[in-house]
């Protein structure tokens, strides 16, 4: 088990000078320097030093690029546009072996691990990829559902930045397929079904009764079907494994995230504009961060204790403002493809 210790940023002081300036012989240390500027983004709120930090190193770094060896200058860019912190981890591994290779220190034997454990972890994804490949394929939603998106390879890759771990195989199988239903649910409430159809779905998820697919059309009667049958055996897995029924859980976080689908679409269809509350009380639930949470919760077969399924029953914070920060980040992104395709156009 890793343990993690929490370090102050009153240690960061030690670089400033007596008017709580940076001090300008740090520049003369570059990789001190991109490192320093990696840490400014392991930071809580309020902790200035660190804010004060970015905006030096930042500034320091891009001024020095032409007094830079092609190697750091590679891995410096890199930082600066995006930095590690923010990176999948086991992705960017793959990159900096590349780097680590040319670098004059280089341990021959820690590349060597390095490389192994990378083709052995490797191996292992690209058999669970073949393994969740043969579940779509056999399912065949997407084959019946051809207006919604198809999207099994980067599904998986997401649940690889999520948890590349072998031992986690099954979170990742979870994850792979709620991604999945989640962008075929999102294409059929935000493009193909109509506000009619819509409310019956809900209706049935909410209730989780197969019996009210009746009244559906055909694809969503498959997509209805799809997401009852996997979602049980999910169910049945962790009962079998662990003796807790987390089938109300697992539902529940589809019924909130289909329920504020919905709402989103009524607000679409009435040409209603939702204030800033509405749409974020609405919004952390549609984002469906909180489904892959709980899914994934369950997933790492982590030891379950009455007081976490509490917290799941209740939206504990966690849960909310980690599924905030997938609204908005969402957002964020779509908007910029927008205003990007706007300009193309």
């Not at 409310?199 to 055909?218: C, G, Q, S």
């Not at 329920?259 to 509405?278: F, N």
């Amino acid at each position: 088990m890793i343990e993690f210790a929490v370090v102050g940023a009153g240690v960061f002081k030690e670089f400033q000078d007596e008017k709580g300036s940076f001090k300008e012989s740090l520049t003369s240390d570059i990789k001190g320097l991109l490192s320093l500027y990696e840490a400014t983004h392991v930071v809580y709120d309020g902790e200035k030093i660190l804010d004060d930090a970015r905006e030096f190193t930042r500034k320091h770094l891009k001024g020095l690029e032409g007094n830079m060896d092609t190697n750091l200058a590679k891995q410096v860019n890199r930082s600066l546009e995006i930095p590690l912190h923010w990176r999948m981890a086991r992705a960017e591994a793959r990159w900096y072996m590349d780097i680590y290779e040319k670098d004059e220190g280089m341990n021959p034997a820690l590349l060597e691990l390095a490389k192994l454990d990378f083709n052995m972890v490797q191996a292992v994804l690209q058999k669970d990829l073949r393994s969740m490949s043969r579940w779509w394929r056999n399912l065949g939603v997407a084959a019946k559902l051809t207006f919604a998106r198809d999207r099994l390879v980067e599904s998986f890759l997401w649940s690889v930045g999520i948890a590349y771990e072998p031992d986690y195989e099954l979170c990742r199988e979870w994850l792979t397929k709620v991604m999945n239903f989640v962008l075929i649910i999102d294409d059929i409430y935000d493009v193909y079904g109509s506000l009619e159809e819509l409310e019956i779905f809900t209706d049935a998820v909410e209730r989780w009764d197969h019996k009210l697919m009746n009244n559906l059309p055909y694809y969503m009667k498959v997509c209805f079907l799809a997401l009852y049958n996997t979602t049980n055996e999910m169910a049945y897995e962790i009962l079998r494994e662990q003796g807790w029924d987390i089938l109300p859980y697992l539902t529940k976080s589809w019924a909130n995230f289909i329920k504020a689908m919905l709402q989103e679409a009524k607000w679409c269809k009435q040409g209603y504009t939702p204030s800033l509350k509405e749409y974020l009380d609405n919004g952390w639930l549609s984002s469906s961060g909180s489904v892959f949470l709980v899914h994934a919760f369950f997933a790492t077969k982590q030891k379950i204790k009455p007081e976490v399924l509490e917290g799941l029953d209740k939206n504990h914070q966690l849960l909310k403002y980690s599924s905030m920060m997938f609204r908005l980040s969402n957002d964020l992104a779509t908007s910029s493809v927008r205003i990007r395709n706007s300009f193309n156009t």
